[in-house]
């Protein structure tokens, strides 16, 4: 059974014509879903360590409410310095998070040994896109003042995914039938995202049962944003799928994050596939548990991208035509490590996926396909996953692995001739 709390990615590679890399890879910890102070020597001013994580907590439950009830003047009034910078950011990432229309709540876990850095486990949800909660570490620095404590800075903490108004305090979001678009670039990067959701999720909705009715998609402007989004580098990806896993092993809200140096780069071709290829992960995530063969997902969801791309086929792979050309036929389907930035080039890997996936839907049709991409799923990881794929095969596409294998070494014989 997968763990309830965990965050986890998919990714696409696009032909370098229309775009980029974009998404995967597996997802940090579970979280315990508690939070841990910063601990340094000596108490704090103000009172003992236990005293003040109770009125960090209290002060942190006061601007939590003031957000539910969009009362600026009750949240000012727990910023300590309102007309610094900091101050100005705390407003700002309030009415961010009431432009999300997000829910939050904090656990401050005492002792509190220093005032300056408080970091807090932070729950959230975004209305109309999360069926449970997210979380977040934040780090607070708070400040006496009269008989209680003020915010004197709220911050996202290195290597946590920030909730969105942090990491992107001045954030527009645009709400349309199936999307939620929440971003500081362009509003037509916005507009264009918008677009692209609410053309395919409904199109997925009718081939794909499960498919959520709205998705998240966050555009942030800059590369320290998105970073800062997923608490880490994007590693060149154009664009990354994200969120926690249920107890029943389904995704609770995942949003796409695109890479703003990607976006720019890509045409408006490249921009759509990009982001059908995430959608695709978004609706097979919040409906099949588990995880399939990476070739399986990754193919499926290029599969799904590439069909509205408009180019022809030989043209789409030729990053792969050429290394067909040049080394002859893969003996086997990709393996994970092929979908790796870490460990290379991806492009090739991605693009035999996806011959893969045409290769199935040639045997077995559309149908087949979906219903593969159900099949071979494993709670344990896609290593696992090609096992229990192993054995959906023939069933599905009336022949092995290794006839699969062959039909697939035809097709790029006849791409490459």
């Keep these: ?19 980029l890399p974009a998404c995967s890879g597996p ?3 579970p979280s315990t879903g508690s939070g841990t102070a910063t601990r340094t020597p000596g108490a704090p001013t103000g009172g003992s360590p236990s005293d003040v994580a109770s009125a ?15 009362d600026e003047k009750a949240f000012t009034a727990t910023v300590a310095h309102v ?35 408080v970091d807090v486990v932070q729950r959230y949800r975004v209305a109309g896109v999360d069926r449970a909660d997210r979380t977040a570490t934040v780090r607070y620095s708070v400040v006496p003042r009269g008989d209680g404590w003020l915010v004197a800075s709220e911050s996202a903490t290195a290597g946590s995914a920030a909730p969105p108004w942090l990491a992107m305090p001045g954030l527009t979001t645009l709400r349309t039938t199936h999307a939620v678009v929440a971003g500081s670039a362009e509003p037509a990067a ?3 995202a918008a677009r692209t959701v609410d053309r395919a999720l409904p199109a997925l909705a009718e081939h794909w049962s499960g498919t959520p009715e709205r998705t998240l998609v966050l555009v942030p402007s800059t590369e320290d944003e998105a970073g800062s989004l997923l608490g880490s580098s994007g590693g060149g990806l154009a664009a990354t799928t994200d969120g926690p896993v249920g107890p029943d092993g389904l995704a609770t809200g995942d949003r796409v994050v695109l890479d703003p140096q990607a976006r720019r780069r890509l045409t408006d071709t490249g921009r759509d596939v990009v982001l059908t290829h995430e959608l695709v992960h978004v609706a097979v995530r919040a409906s099949a548990p ?40 893969p003996g086997d389907l990709p393996a994970p490590s ?16 996806w011959q893969a996936a045409e290769t199935v839907a040639e045997l077995a049709g559309e149908d087949g396909l979906r219903r593969l991409v159900r099949a071979c799923r494993s709670p344990d990881g896609p290593r696992d996953a090609e096992r ?30």
Excluded at 338 to 353: I, N, S
Excluded at 403 to 417: N, P
Aim: hydrophobic share 55%; aromatic share 4%.
């Design 83 to 117: 007309d610094g910078e900091a101050g100005r950011a705390q407003l700002a990432a309030f009415r961010a998070a009431r432009a999300l229309r997000a829910t939050v709540s904090h656990d401050v876990v005492p002792p509190v040994d220093d005032a300056e850095a």
């Design 388 to 417: 229990v794929c192993d054995a959906a095969m023939p069933g599905i596409l009336g022949t092995d692995r290794a006839g699969l294998i062959r039909r697939w070494q035809l097709r790029l014989q006849a791409l490459s001739g």
């Design 190 to 192: 916005l507009d264009s």
């Design 56 to 70: 960090v907590g209290a002060v942190l439950a006061a601007r939590d409410a003031a957000l539910a009830a969009g």
């Design 290 to 329: 588990g995880e399939a063969p990476t070739w399986l997902d990754e193919g499926y969801a290029d599969h799904v991208g590439y069909a509205r791309a408009g180019l022809p086929e030989r043209r789409l792979a030729a990053a792969l035509v050429a290394a067909v050309g040049s080394d002859g036929v």
């Design 338 to 353: 092929a979908f790796d930035p870490a460990a290379g080039g991806v492009e090739v890997g991605y693009l035999a996926a």
């Design 27 to 29: 997802a940090d910890a």
């Design 1 to 19: 059974m997968p763990v309830p709390a965990l965050r986890a990615v998919r990714c696409a590679v696009v032909l370098a014509l229309i775009a």
